[in-house]
């Protein structure tokens, strides 16, 4: 490119160029289409025909993901949070709360998915259960490692207030392992949608992952990319009602704490 | 308690949280609080594990080469994108579009789409555990390459290097013990990748071993197949942490 | 006679950008440097002198004037001129050897070449036997005679060094200086060196260029009258004492 061609170029402002690059991949988007070089695909315009046309189907079905999202975040962000703090009360049990971050580092969550199936049926359950066993696994291992990085003199200025034992470890700790616990939430909350959608693949009777996997059968695949669109401005809106929820409670704990 | 040498210390905690599991497993069984059609006995665990024995072999090899290998390609990949994306300002304004997309683009979406266009193939799991990688990969290594000490790409500019050289010989691993903990995260989505193709197609693997145990409704082969499951991610995760460990022997100290 | 000079400077101001306002850094500095010459840039803090450097190096371009090498404009960093920075450039995941060979490496010399090359100019700096170490082995003073060593190695026109000793404790700088003394008045490569320590610059160099203020402006040019070789030892001379008052004078700006 010649210099002077780039230097007017980066004269233009950034959002006229970033608008630039999105409109060459939707003409790439285009051509694909219309060429059928990708098989089924669908040209920009019938999916944007598809995905407002059919917007209170997807967005009936995208609610009722959410909610099963939603609650199978809530217990098992509570239980990866509540495990770790007991475990880490003693010095003994903390060796095993990291054996066991260890080795829920690396557990495949989907391997849990034919259990549930047989428990719960195909109705809620499984999708919950899924997400519920998913987050917990994030949020304990999170949890382990902001407890293992609480600085200790934290601890030892509480007891030598007089706040030694739970009362002490309980004030003192739970702040402060905040902001890393803070961080895996955020994760395990844009994680929960996606594991939600893989529950329903063959546990459900509705929902985003339901409409996905029949889409699939019947070769709709106008319809699986518009699942694909609403599930990615779902994750990006919890991820931003995180990111400002989280800034407000991280600025309370750290006020809390005096620093 | 106090004066005993840290390994030992570890070891003795893994046994206590297996022994904890194990411990939980009998108790629940015998007290009958647990259902035996919902928790099965170990005894019969251990006999599934003896049914399933001859086909388990081929099952656990053919899952751990399809992650392997797509693990491979999709940190190769990502590496590869974020490099161009870091060295080249029209490749980054280029690509920005897609790889923000790809922050919240959930990873088992992409299932479906690799089913129906590479169907029921030898490389549809691979190119499915790719992407997966690759999605966290490119993330990771941009942010990565983003705060590399510039002291170091400068260096290797008033040495002569060109972009290639500075990429394959700078950039490159100078990110690895940045990157080493997404590459970890990436390769468990690798396996949830593969296990979730396996089970939705009813290829043979681990992922087929569950899900028939699922469709003959036997709780124990289940349980067994979860295990095995588990303890395959196992021993890929130490791969990598012993292989991760090799290329950061420099940054220690 | 006057030779064309290697790197000349001229009229070059440089603004910074940050949020919104800029700040003037550098105010039409000019001076030149001649080949075979060793001149330090002195300078107080903020006067830009490390800015000046970088743009020597070609990882910067001035906003107004121009910086040149033999003439030519420079716009981005080339094997000709090497640098040595004041922190830590050394790459941690290559052998001391790796390190040093890794100029003549990008220039296509053969595997057997450069070895001889590395293990020449490691010897030295003193290093020899260390090839094989990794940077992490080293302590901070060896890390820095492997980096210097790789920029001589890679046989640079001009060499430019950025307060390069500056992170050393005072024992390993004042080694450094000798060494770095005796290694360049065997190449008589063109060198500007930046520095703020008053001592070290007329240690080392032919002429000093003293910089002043914020933005940084010339405020005069000093010639270093010791004949070469020289040693550590003309620190305690009166002539050398004198020089240091005239230039901390100058720094001080009082006049």
Same mark, same amino acid.
């Given at each position: 490119?010649?210099?002077?061609?780039?230097?007017?170029?980066?004269?233009?402002?950034?959002?006229?160029?970033?608008?630039?690059?999105?409109?060459?991949?939707?003409?790439?988007?285009?051509?694909?289409?219309?060429?059928?070089?990708?098989?089924?695909?669908?040209?920009?315009?019938?999916?944007?025909?598809?995905?407002?046309?059919?917007?209170?189907?997807?967005?009936? *079905?995208?609610? #009722?993901? %959410?909610?099963? $999202?939603?609650? =199978?975040?809530?217990? !098992? @962000?509570?239980? &990866?949070?509540?495990?770790?703090?007991?475990?880490?009360?003693?010095?003994?049990?903390?060796?095993?709360?990291?054996?066991?971050?260890?080795?829920?580092?690396?557990?495949?969550?989907?391997?849990?998915?034919?259990?549930?199936?047989?428990?719960?049926?195909?109705?809620?359950?499984?999708?919950?259960?899924?997400?519920?066993?998913?987050?917990?696994?994030?949020?304990?291992?999170?949890?382990?490692?902001?407890?293992?990085?609480?600085?200790?003199?934290?601890?030892?200025?509480?007891?030598?207030?007089?706040?030694?034992?739970?009362?002490?470890?309980?004030?003192?700790?739970?702040?402060?392992?905040?902001?890393?616990?803070?961080?895996?939430?955020?994760? *395990?909350?844009? #994680?929960? %949608?996606?594991? $939600?959608?893989? =529950?329903?693949?063959? !546990? @459900?009777?509705? &929902?985003?992952?339901?409409?996905?996997?029949?889409?699939?059968?019947?070769?709709?695949?106008?319809?699986?990319?518009?699942?694909?669109?609403?599930?990615?401005?779902?994750?990006?809106?919890?991820?931003?009602?995180?990111?400002?929820?989280?800034?407000?409670?991280?600025?309370?704990?750290?006020?809390?704490?005096?620093? | 308690?106090?004066?005993?040498?840290?390994?030992?210390?570890?070891?003795?905690?893994?046994?206590?949280?297996?022994?904890?599991?194990?411990?939980?497993?009998?108790?629940?069984?015998?007290?009958?609080?647990?259902?035996?059609?919902?928790?099965?006995?170990?005894?019969?665990?251990?006999?599934?594990?003896?049914?399933?024995?001859?086909?388990?072999?081929?099952?656990?090899?053919?899952t751990a080469g399809r992650v392997a290998a797509g693990f491979v390609i999709g940190a190769v990949v990502g590496v590869f994108i974020a490099l161009l994306s870091h060295l080249s300002t029209v490749a980054s304004e280029l690509l920005a579009p897609p790889i923000h997309l790809l922050r919240s683009f959930p990873p088992f979406v992409v299932a479906p789409f690799i089913i129906l266009?590479?169907?029921?193939?030898?490389?549809?799991?691979?190119?499915?555990?790719?992407?997966?990688?690759?999605?966290?990969?490119?993330?990771?290594?941009?942010?990565?390459?983003?705060?590399?000490?510039?002291?170091?790409?400068?260096?290797?500019?008033?040495?002569?290097?060109?972009?290639?050289?500075?990429?394959?010989?700078?950039?490159?691993?100078?990110?690895?013990?940045?990157?080493?903990?997404?590459?970890?995260?990436?390769?468990?989505?690798?396996?949830?990748?593969?296990?979730?193709?396996?089970?939705?197609?009813?290829?043979?693997?681990?992922?087929?071993?569950?899900?028939?145990?699922?469709?003959?409704?036997?709780?124990?082969?289940?349980?067994?197949?979860?295990?095995?499951?588990?303890?395959?991610?196992?021993?890929?995760?130490?791969?990598?942490?012993?292989?991760?460990?090799?290329?950061?022997?420099?940054?220690?100290? | 006679?006057?030779?064309?000079?290697?790197?000349?400077?001229?009229?070059?101001?440089?603004?910074?950008?940050?949020?919104?306002?800029?700040?003037?850094?550098?105010?039409?500095?000019?001076?030149?440097?001649?080949?075979?010459?060793?001149?330090?840039?002195?300078?107080?803090?903020?006067?830009?002198?490390?800015?000046?450097?970088?743009?020597?190096?070609?990882?910067?371009?001035?906003?107004?004037?121009?910086?040149?090498?033999?003439?030519?404009?420079?716009?981005?960093?080339?094997?000709?001129?090497?640098?040595?920075?004041?922190?830590?450039?050394?790459?941690?995941?290559?052998?001391?050897?790796?390190?040093?060979?890794?100029?003549?490496?990008?220039?296509?010399?053969?595997?057997?070449?450069?070895?001889?090359?590395?293990?020449?100019?490691?010897?030295?700096?003193?290093?020899?036997?260390?090839?094989?170490?990794?940077?992490?082995?080293?302590?901070?003073?060896?890390?820095?005679?492997?980096?210097?060593?790789?920029?001589?190695?890679?046989?640079?026109?001009?060499?430019?060094?950025?307060?390069?000793?500056?992170?050393?404790?005072?024992?390993?700088?004042?080694?450094?200086?000798?060494?770095?003394?005796?290694?360049?008045?065997?190449?008589?490569?063109?060198?500007?060196?930046?520095?703020?320590?008053?001592?070290?610059?007329?240690?080392?160099?032919?002429?000093?260029?003293?910089?002043?203020?914020?933005?940084?402006?010339?405020?005069?040019?000093?010639?270093?009258?010791?004949?070469?070789?020289?040693?550590?030892?003309?620190?305690?001379?009166?002539?050398?004492?004198?020089?240091?008052?005239?230039?901390?004078?100058?720094?001080?700006?009082?006049?």
């Amino acid at each position: 490119m010649s210099s002077n061609a780039f230097n007017a170029l980066r004269r233009t402002p950034r959002w006229s160029r970033a608008t630039a690059a999105t409109v060459l991949w939707l003409l790439l988007w285009w051509l694909l289409a219309a060429t059928a070089a990708v098989p089924y695909l669908p040209s920009p315009l019938a999916q944007a025909e598809n995905l407002i046309g059919n917007s209170p189907a997807y967005l009936l *079905a995208a609610g #009722a993901t %959410l909610v099963r $999202a939603v609650i =199978g975040f809530a217990i !098992g @962000a509570a239980l &990866g949070i509540l495990l770790p703090i007991v475990l880490g009360y003693w010095s003994a049990t903390r060796y095993v709360l990291d054996a066991l971050a260890d080795l829920t580092r690396t557990i495949p969550g989907i391997a849990l998915l034919p259990i549930f199936l047989l428990w719960f049926g195909t109705g809620d359950g499984t999708a919950v259960a899924l997400v519920a066993a998913a987050t917990s696994f994030i949020v304990i291992v999170v949890s382990a490692s902001s407890i293992r990085n609480v600085d200790p003199i934290y601890l030892r200025a509480a007891s030598a207030l007089g706040g030694a034992g739970l009362q002490g470890y309980l004030l003192v700790v739970t702040p402060a392992m905040l902001p890393g616990v803070l961080g895996g939430l955020r994760v *395990a909350l844009a #994680a929960a %949608l996606p594991w $939600a959608i893989a =529950g329903e693949y063959l !546990g @459900a009777q509705n &929902g985003l992952g339901y409409i996905l996997w029949n889409s699939l059968q019947s070769v709709n695949l106008r319809q699986m990319i518009s699942v694909a669109i609403v599930a990615s401005l779902i994750v990006a809106l919890l991820d931003l009602a995180m990111r400002a929820g989280g800034a407000r409670v991280t600025a309370w704990a750290q006020t809390a704490e005096g620093r | 308690m106090r004066g005993m040498p840290e390994w030992i210390k570890q070891a003795l905690a893994w046994i206590v949280v297996v022994g904890a599991i194990v411990a939980t497993w009998i108790i629940l069984d015998l007290t009958g609080a647990v259902s035996s059609d919902r928790l099965p006995p170990l005894t019969d665990v251990i006999s599934a594990a003896g049914r399933e024995a001859e086909d388990l072999p081929i099952a656990v090899l053919a899952t751990a080469g399809r992650v392997a290998a797509g693990f491979v390609i999709g940190a190769v990949v990502g590496v590869f994108i974020a490099l161009l994306s870091h060295l080249s300002t029209v490749a980054s304004e280029l690509l920005a579009p897609p790889i923000h997309l790809l922050r919240s683009f959930p990873p088992f979406v992409v299932a479906p789409f690799i089913i129906l266009w590479f169907g029921l193939s030898v490389q549809a799991p691979i190119v499915f555990a790719a992407t997966v990688t690759a999605f966290v990969v490119v993330i990771d290594s941009g942010e990565a390459l983003r705060v590399v000490r510039r002291e170091y790409p400068q260096a290797a500019q008033a040495l002569g290097a060109g972009h290639v050289s500075r990429a394959m010989l700078i950039d490159t691993p100078a990110i690895i013990p940045a990157i080493a903990g997404g590459l970890r995260v990436a390769l468990v989505g690798a396996v949830n990748a593969v296990l979730l193709y396996e089970m939705l197609t009813g290829t043979e693997g681990v992922g087929d071993l569950l899900i028939r145990g699922y469709q003959l409704f036997r709780i124990d082969t289940l349980f067994f197949a979860v295990i095995v499951a588990i303890l395959l991610s196992l021993l890929l995760d130490r791969i990598l942490v012993l292989l991760l460990n090799r290329a950061t022997h420099w940054s220690r100290g | 006679m006057q030779e064309d000079p290697v790197i000349s400077v001229e009229g070059v101001s440089h603004f910074f950008h940050k949020a919104g306002h800029s700040t003037e850094v550098l105010h039409d500095i000019s001076f030149a440097v001649s080949k075979g010459e060793f001149v330090s840039v002195i300078g107080t803090s903020g006067s830009g002198k490390s800015t000046l450097l970088y743009m020597m190096a070609g990882f910067l371009n001035p906003t107004a004037g121009s910086v040149k090498h033999h003439g030519e404009i420079i716009t981005k960093p080339n094997p000709d001129r090497g640098i040595v920075f004041q922190s830590d450039a050394v790459f941690p995941w290559m052998s001391v050897q790796h390190n040093v060979e890794f100029g003549p490496r990008m220039k296509g010399i053969s595997k057997s070449e450069r070895r001889r090359i590395a293990q020449d100019y490691l010897a030295r700096v003193g290093l020899t036997g260390s090839e094989k170490l990794l940077p992490r082995q080293l302590s901070g003073g060896m890390r820095k005679r492997v980096d210097v060593a790789r920029t001589f190695a890679n046989r640079p026109e001009v060499l430019l060094m950025d307060e390069s000793f500056g992170a050393l404790d005072v024992q390993t700088k004042e080694r450094l200086q000798t060494e770095l003394l005796q290694l360049w008045e065997a190449e008589r490569t063109t060198a500007i060196f930046v520095t703020h320590d008053i001592e070290e610059s007329i240690l080392l160099a032919d002429r000093v260029v003293i910089l002043r203020g914020s933005p940084g402006t010339v405020v005069g040019e000093i010639t270093v009258p010791f004949p070469r070789p020289r040693t550590a030892d003309i620190k305690r001379t009166p002539e050398f004492q004198q020089l240091r008052r005239d230039l901390t004078d100058l720094l001080a700006g009082s006049d």
